[in-house]
């Protein structure tokens, strides 16, 4: 069995893993006593690992199996991708009912994880659109689970980071669309109080809405942002020439569509380089230069769901050390204090967060371990360059259970296990079910360890 070290996106922590890889559906299973299936990696932190213990490689078991193209549903093997399966469906006048700010995860990672994009306040998570999947169990049976179909496991899955069994198969429901290309609009905010009326007025709202927050700013202008708000375009709104069938990688320029190619970061960049001044500076200029943008723009698709994918291996600008997203929620009730509060304390620390994203969510979706629930969720990318991040990470979480609120479990790396059950209510529900169909606890991961995820309640 080979034995490599492995991490999340984040590149940390990493931790030496046994790793399997199936080559086939039929293959995809272990009888090791512990594993954890891993998609493509994009986890951020400690969820698709498992130290001196198995991970499960799923990436080859990633065939497309059937699209109803006229009704718009996809069923695939769960190791396929996000960008493999925008190639196939977008030119068929279909997308994702909801993505996240990647394309390049996997199918079951987004079942795994109930991931969530721009819409939630609208469509909700990922899980709504699932309407079926195999899930492969700790015996090597493998059972249906849906709405309709042992519901109780469905619920379960969704959001339960891998740890009720393998996700083999997935259905998905699909959203019809028009155009590859999106209209959007920006709002620029000269703080918080206004970044949260824009994202709470009706009349700026769109099908997906995020903001981005300049997270050096302080003072009176603390949390100044540009609220960015976009839907698929009508076929009435494209200019002459653009189709449908100019789907993928798109930018537009002078009216006409030209591809766009990733180039990678060939190096780790240096500690220096991600320092307050150099990101106050991009900050800067981002800030004017995208809340100049007051008149409706098409643009891609790819623009405008996944910008950082335009740059391969963008995590080695944080350096050797890697780094944290922090991403958490804070329900409605309490959110702009909350979030206010989160921001202050990061602007006092005086340590650089290169992203900051706001985006409205709706209601709780199906998961028993979903992240979502009704209000505003805040994520940070900081670089670790010292033991004091996690001092200031402590101090943000306990900002969150203050509010109410709860980190998201696909981006942690360092969330104490107290905290995960005051954050996480329906852990117990959760539980009963896990103990039905993983007795022995096989399915485990770093993560599931370092927060004593399939304990019982003390």
């Known amino acids: 069995m080979l034995v490599t070290p492995l991490s999340g996106w984040g590149r940390y922590p990493v931790q030496s893993c046994e790793v399997e890889r199936p080559e086939r559906y039929a293959d995809l299973y272990s009888d090791a006593a512990s594993v954890i299936a891993r998609g493509q990696g994009r986890s951020y932190g400690d969820a698709a690992l498992n130290e001196n213990r198995r991970v499960l490689l799923t990436e080859r078991v990633n065939r497309l199996l059937e699209l109803d193209a006229d009704n718009g549903v996809l069923r695939a093997e769960a190791g396929v991708t996000l960008a493999e399966i925008l190639e196939v469906i977008a030119p068929h006048g279909w997308f994702l009912p909801v993505t996240p700010g990647t394309k390049f995860v996997s199918l079951g990672g987004c079942v795994a994880a ?55 198969e997935v259905t998905l429901r699909l959203i019809p669309i028009a155009s590859s290309h999106m209209m959007v609009r920006h709002h620029a905010a000269a703080d918080l109080e206004q970044l949260f009326q824009h994202l709470q007025n009706p009349a700026l709202d769109d099908r997906y809405t995020v903001a981005w927050i300049d997270s050096m700013a302080g003072g009176a202008q603390l949390g100044r942002g540009i609220a960015m708000c976009g839907h698929h375009a009508a076929k009435e709104e494209l200019p002459v020439g653009l189709s449908l069938s100019s789907f993928n990688s798109e930018e537009l320029a002078g009216g006409r569509s030209r591809k766009k190619h990733a180039r990678a970061i060939p190096f780790d960049f240096p500690a220096w380089m991600m320092n307050p001044f150099s990101i106050g500076a991009f900050n800067a200029f981002y800030y004017r230069r ?169």
Request: charged fraction near 25%.
């Open 290 to 458: 995208e809340g100049k943008r007051q008149q409706p723009f098409l643009t891609g698709y790819d623009s405008y769901f996944y910008p950082l994918d335009a740059i391969g291996q963008w995590n080695r600008m944080y350096g050797k050390r890697g780094f944290v997203q922090y991403q958490c929620v804070i329900p409605d009730a309490t959110a702009f204090d909350g979030i206010k509060a989160l921001l202050q304390e990061l602007s006092g620390s005086h340590r650089p967060s290169f992203l900051a994203v706001l985006k409205r969510l709706g209601a709780q979706g199906r998961g028993l371990l979903s992240f979502p629930m009704a209000g505003y969720t805040l994520a940070l990318d900081l670089p670790i360059r010292d033991d004091g991040l996690f001092a200031l990470l402590d101090r943000l979480d306990e900002t969150v259970l203050r509010h109410g609120g709860r980190v998201y479990l696909a981006k942690d790396a360092r969330l104490s296990a107290e905290s995960f059950r005051a954050m996480y209510p329906r852990y117990g529900e959760w539980l009963k079910i896990k103990n039905a169909v993983d007795p022995q606890n096989r399915f485990s991961s770093s993560l599931s360890r370092r927060l004593r995820i399939g304990e019982e309640l003390s």
């Open 114 to 168: 109930d991931v969530h994009g721009k819409n939630h306040h609208h469509d909700g998570s990922f899980g709504d659109h699932v309407a079926a999947i195999e899930l492969i169990l700790a015996d090597g049976s493998r059972v249906a689970c849906s709405p309709a179909e042992n519901a109780e496991l469905f619920r379960a899955t969704l959001g339960g980071m891998g740890l009720t069994g393998i996700i083999g």
